[in-house]
């Protein structure tokens, strides 16, 4: 199937419902439309769009129906919450933990019109740059949780890069499937790893109710 046109800058495509609290903006060096995820968010789209995030500890899963064309990714901090909070696709409660990331990004495809025998799926991140003080395992927790969702739910893992001690920066492309991983091994590490930090502060507080890798 042909990729469809590219749209000009003034082209925005609307957001599916939901998404519309996500930043967009042209991405000029892919030539289309990024929408960029922080922590706790999720990102559904079935547009030619690239979605993007820069991990630390935290996991994302970029999951897409091939056969649609439609496709998202979740950045969540935390493996599971016993809560039961609401859906929230714009950095709510819910989302910062993996157990309601992963099933509001797959309930979402499948909404928008993707089936659950078609999906792909792919993960990355989990990196150890938290500092002693605080919960420096969480990243193996986070790929250790995914692994295990995904085993249980029945869903294959197609790709991934996780683990390790660098921040990465991840760019999803849901019509194509392509994935591009950088890990930031300089200056970007104490940046990330502050604002993590400060995140999983955030999160203690208000519980819930280099190069680059092609994947």
Same mark, same amino acid.
């Given at each position: 199937?042909?990729?469809?046109?590219?749209?000009?800058?003034?082209?925005?495509?609307?957001?599916?419902?939901?998404?519309?609290?996500?930043?967009?903006?042209?991405?000029?060096?892919?030539?289309?439309?990024?929408?960029?995820?922080?922590?706790?968010?999720?990102?559904?789209?079935?547009?030619?769009?690239?979605?993007?995030?820069?991990?630390?500890?935290?996991?994302?899963?970029?999951?897409?129906?091939?056969?649609?064309?439609?496709?998202?990714?979740?950045?969540?901090?935390?493996?599971?919450?016993?809560?039961?909070?609401?859906?929230?696709?714009?950095?709510?409660?819910?989302?910062?933990?993996?157990?309601?990331?992963?099933?509001?990004?797959?309930?979402?495809?499948?909404?928008?019109?993707?089936? +659950? %025998?078609? /999906?792909?799926?792919?993960?990355? &991140?989990?990196?150890? @740059?938290?500092?002693?003080?605080?919960?420096? #395992?969480?990243?193996?927790?986070?790929?250790?949780?995914?692994?295990?969702?995904?085993?249980?739910?029945?869903?294959?893992?197609?790709?991934?890069?996780?683990?390790?001690?660098?921040? +990465? %920066?991840? /760019?999803?492309?849901?019509?194509? &499937?392509?994935?591009? @991983?950088?890990?930031?091994?300089?200056?970007? #590490?104490?940046?990330?790893?502050?604002?993590?930090?400060?995140?999983?502060?955030?999160?203690?507080?208000?519980?819930?109710?280099?190069?680059?890798?092609?994947?």
């Amino acid at each position: 199937m042909a990729l469809p046109k590219t749209k000009a800058p003034g082209d925005m495509p609307p957001a599916l419902d939901g998404f519309g609290g996500i930043k967009r903006y042209w991405d000029k060096t892919n030539d289309k439309y990024a929408a960029k995820i922080l922590p706790g968010e999720v990102y559904v789209t079935t547009e030619d769009e690239v979605i993007t995030t820069v991990l630390g500890s935290c996991v994302s899963a970029c999951v897409r129906d091939p056969i649609f064309k439609v496709g998202g990714m979740n950045h969540f901090m935390l493996p599971l919450s016993s809560g039961s909070g609401s859906w929230d696709s714009d950095g709510g409660l819910s989302t910062r933990y993996g157990n309601y990331a992963m099933e509001l990004l797959i309930n979402e495809i499948i909404k928008h019109g993707g089936s +659950r %025998k078609n /999906l792909e799926v792919k993960i990355f &991140g989990g990196g150890k @740059v938290l500092s002693k003080t605080m919960s420096s #395992n969480v990243g193996e927790r986070n790929i250790h949780f995914v692994e295990e969702y995904l085993r249980l739910e029945g869903l294959k893992l197609e790709a991934g890069d996780v683990g390790d001690i660098y921040p +990465r %920066k991840v /760019l999803f492309h849901p019509y194509s &499937g392509l994935v591009r @991983v950088k890990k930031l091994r300089n200056m970007h #590490n104490r940046t990330v790893a502050e604002r993590e930090t400060a995140y999983m502060k955030q999160i203690d507080q208000q519980p819930a109710s280099g190069e680059i890798d092609l994947f």
